[in-house]
């Protein structure tokens, strides 16, 4: 799938998604439908693939709050798998879970970990962007560059964000039972130049895992 079927498809998903939530109200467990695409990773609740979701126990006296853990096989960036013609190369992947509250309670908080490993030689130049959404909204953001005259050894960057960090918007004051749609965008761009063919690695850390957290509260 080329990126461009991949956003058409991820724009009718995030739709459909919206309605059937709005249509099921709370008869659906508070995480429930997912999936995740890109050119680095394709799979859905009901649809194997590369990437799977585990359910992550509440802590003792933290019962509102609901966390999904993402495990992702084979998403990696690497230069050396891609033609020395190509100058411009990346690999994105956009997870989006589905968020119902019970009734009686609303979303207040919406936060998100992983980590993110990234080796290479002095030459090419990495862009790492971490995105952090409430439906089509960016509410949390981080973007590194690696710049292309650096040498990295081996750089694992802990990545956590919450609604307001970075450029993100604050999370607004949502309705009731609202449930929304939380998401989370991975997007790694390498640029080498002809003369500087150094090569380069990204992938997840360790664990090769996200978690998304949502936190709620009472309406009243």
């Not at 009901?46 to 096989?73: C, H, Q, T, W």
């Not at 450029?167 to 939380?182: F, N, S, T, Y």
């Not at 997840?204 to 957290?213: H, P, T, V």
Request: include cysteine; hydrophobic fraction near 40%; proline fraction near 3%.
């Amino acid at each position: 799938m080329n990126m461009v079927n991949a956003k058409h498809w991820l724009a009718s998903l995030l739709v459909a998604g919206s309605m059937a939530s709005m249509a099921s109200g709370s008869t659906k467990p508070v995480l429930n439908d997912w999936f995740a695409l890109g050119s680095g990773c394709r799979a859905k609740s009901d649809l194997a693939g590369n990437v799977r979701m585990e359910g992550v126990p509440s802590e003792v006296g933290s019962s509102d709050r609901y966390k999904a853990k993402f495990i992702f096989k084979d998403f990696a960036l690497n230069g050396e798998s891609v033609a020395s013609s190509v100058e411009k190369f990346g690999r994105e992947c956009a997870v989006r879970l589905n968020i119902n509250p019970p009734p009686g309670k609303r979303i207040v908080g919406i936060r998100a970990q992983t980590k993110i490993s990234s080796t290479k030689d002095s030459g090419p130049t990495l862009d790492i962007l971490s995105e952090l959404k409430l439906g089509a909204t960016s509410i949390g953001k981080i973007q590194q560059k690696l710049d292309g005259s650096a040498r990295v050894a081996l750089r694992e960057e802990a990545v956590y964000l919450e609604a307001g960090q970075g450029v993100g918007e604050q999370l607004p004051q949502l309705g009731c039972g609202e449930a929304k749609i939380i998401g989370f965008d991975y997007s790694w761009i390498a640029t080498r130049s002809k003369e500087q063919k150094g090569s380069m690695h990204v992938e997840l850390g360790k664990e090769k895992s996200l978690i998304i957290e949502a936190i709620l509260a009472s309406c009243t």
